[in-house]
Structure formats: C-alpha cells, structure tokens
C-alpha cells in the first residue's frame, strides 16, 4: 500500500511539474553593488563641454560610467550622462530597457513626470535611434530626457563591449538640440574632453581608440 501511495504522489508532482515551476534565471546587468571609482576627465566615454565630474564602477560583464556635466540652470537635480557597457556574448540579443537604466538614478529626473506618462519623439542618425521627451519653461531653458542603444558596429566600444545603453538628463538656457548634443553623434563617435567643439579626435579614452 505504501509503495503504491508513494508511485501515486511521484507521478502527480511530474504532472504537475513543467516550465513555470523551475527558478527563472536573473541576468544582473546593473553593477548596482559596486561602488564607484572618479576616473579622469579624459576618460569619460563621450565628448561634451564643461564635464565636471567622471565615475566608473564595473561588476561582471557590465561597465557603467556616470558623467556629471554643468548644470547652468536654477532647476534642482544634476545634468547626467548614464553609460552601460556590456561585454557578454548574449547582450546583443538584450532588450533595451530603459526603466532599468532609470533605477540607477532613483527614478525619473526632476523636471520630468512618471516614465509612463512622458510623450517621446523620436530621432535616426548616424549613430541609430534616439528617444527623448523635451520639458521647457517657453523661456529658453530646456531639458531633455534621452536614451538611445549603440552596438559594436556603431562604433569602437569599450574594452571589447557588445553594446552600449546611454540616458541623458540634461536641462540648458539654451536649444532642444544643444540639450541633446552630449549623446548625438559629434559627442559619441569619439572622446575628447577638453577640446573645442568642432576638433579632431584625440583618442583619449579606451573606448574610442582602436583595438589592437
């Protein structure tokens, strides 16, 4: 009698058993238990005016870099570029998410509403897609909440990255575009701090220079 009540409850839990009752698997890509290291400001990943402040933390296959830029407006919170780059073989392969990336900064920036509740436009160029909502007082101060997606055949990544994220919070006296101009093409194609807008490239950075 016990042998067959203990074939009877083997058979039903492999009934019962199938994909859903096995543990999904967690792909951390956020290295959101590191802490981060000030790097150079020649080593920040993209080129841009007035960079103030550089940090770079790695864990896994996921490199982040936080570039904090000048904030020239009154409106509280920072002007921040959020780099993601990831060197696993299977990233590519990733959805884009960027709720993910806002985590990182607790939540939607300040001047901004609820991610769910921002209008989007979007834009193609060199580089590929770039989503963004604009916010703007009608008085010449704009900001802009961008996020765009590079892969490798963009451009040179980092240290043999598969893709790189970017989000962009970034308000100025100044144009919608200016405001975007820290993750367009002219600032991503190559890094060169410290330069005037419109040099040449000077290869500062890991991740703008050939790989060997």
Known sequence: MMRALLAGALAFALVACDDASFPQIHIQRRPVETPYAQQPLSAAWIRAEKIQLVLE?????????????????????????????????????????????????????????????????????????????????????????AFRRIDKTDRTLVSGAVIMDMMLRNCVIGSEDEALEP??????????????????????????????
Not at 105 to 122: M, Q, R, V, W
Not at 188 to 212: D, H, I, K, N, Y
Request: charged share 20%; with cysteine; net charge neutral.
């Open 57 to 145: 933390r790695t864990a896994g296959s996921v490199t982040e870099q936080r570039i904090l830029l000048n904030n020239p407006t009154s409106l509280r919170g920072e002007n921040v570029v959020l780099l993601l780059a990831d060197r696993s073989s299977h990233a590519i392969e990733t959805r884009f998410q960027p709720t993910q990336m806002l985590d990182e900064t607790e939540g939607t920036p300040y001047p901004f509403e609820a991610f769910d509740k921002l209008s989007f436009k979007t834009r193609e160029d060199s580089l590929g897609v770039m989503n963004w909502a604009r916010w703007t007082n009608h008085a010449g101060l704009n900001c802009v909440l």
């Open 183 to 212: 993750i367009g093409p002219d600032a991503v194609a190559f890094a060169a701090t410290r330069a005037p807008r419109g040099a040449a490239p000077q290869m500062l950075s890991p991740l703008a220079a050939p790989l060997p």
